[in-house]
């Protein structure tokens, strides 16, 4: 059974950070991309971060650029989303995926096994 749990979400004011984390079960991780989602009221589903089954390379949008940082653990199933420098419109649900390689992008529509979201809330 596969299973994708996110966790690391919170309440922080702008300019502070939060680390995401995501446990993955029941595929084998270490040949899957990796992505990192989120959502805000309102909004589309967009892709943030992604990283390649070994660990390199990493993707981001734009818009979090030099403040977010993906990385994984394939020994443990596991894959962070280091988040600094929070800004109020980085507000939203996180959702942490799974999908085939090897275009391991920012695309939602390649991602198959996606777990239930952790919430980030930033207040200025």
């Known amino acids: 059974q596969v299973r994708v749990v996110e966790s690391g979400g919170g309440s922080v004011q702008a300019g502070g950070s939060l680390t995401l984390s995501c446990a993955a079960s029941g595929f084998t991780f270490s040949g899957y991309c990796m992505g990192w989602f989120r959502q805000a009221p309102g909004k589309e589903r967009e892709g943030i971060a992604s990283i390649w089954p070994g660990g390199s390379p990493a993707f981001y949008r734009d818009s979090v650029k030099g403040r977010f940082t993906v990385s994984r653990d394939n020994a443990k199933n596991m894959v962070y989303l280091q988040m600094n420098s929070l800004k109020p419109e980085d507000a939203a649900m996180y959702y942490c995926?799974?999908?085939?390689?090897?275009?391991?992008?920012?695309?939602?529509?390649?991602?198959?096994?996606w777990g239930q979201g952790t919430q980030v809330t930033v207040s200025s």
């Open positions: 995926a799974s999908g085939p390689p090897p275009y391991c992008t920012l695309d939602t529509r390649r991602y198959t096994y």
